[in-house]
């Protein structure tokens, strides 16, 4: 079983940073993809972010060249460093790990959940 911790949210002005990271408890081998989702309210939650145990990595087009996901092996912690924020990106974020391969954006693919952070951007 696998358990994942988010933390790092919170508020900030449009235009600021933040990171988020993920620490995941459990036994992590072998194939493994891990991943950011988030979820404004009103709105169904969507992929970020995706990673896999090779370094692959995988962007929603609304996030790319604004957000990096890196993970640190060694620390079982996987971040998400979000840059240049906007209002819209105002939603809580959720870590979500699998067993597998590639690198997916959709919520159907993952099995473990964290409980999410939240990030509030102001305009």
């Known amino acids: 079983q696998v358990q994942l911790q988010e933390s790092g949210g919170g508020s900030v002005q449009s235009g600021g940073s933040l990171r988020l990271s993920c620490a995941a408890s459990g036994y992590i081998y072998g194939n493994y993809n891990m991943g950011w989702f988030r979820q404004a309210p009103g709105k169904e939650r969507e992929g970020v972010a995706s990673l896999d145990s090779r370094g692959s990595t995988n962007y929603a087009d609304s996030v790319k060249g604004r957000f990096t996901i890196s993970q640190d092996k060694a620390k079982n912690t996987l971040y998400l460093q979000m840059n240049s924020l906007k209002s819209e990106d105002t939603a809580m974020y959720y870590c979500?790990?699998?067993?597998?391969?590639?690198?997916?954006?959709?919520?159907?693919?993952?099995?473990?959940w964290g409980q999410g952070t939240q990030v509030t951007v102001s305009s």
């Open positions: 979500a790990a699998r067993y597998g391969v590639g690198t997916p954006l959709a919520l159907r693919h993952f099995d473990y």
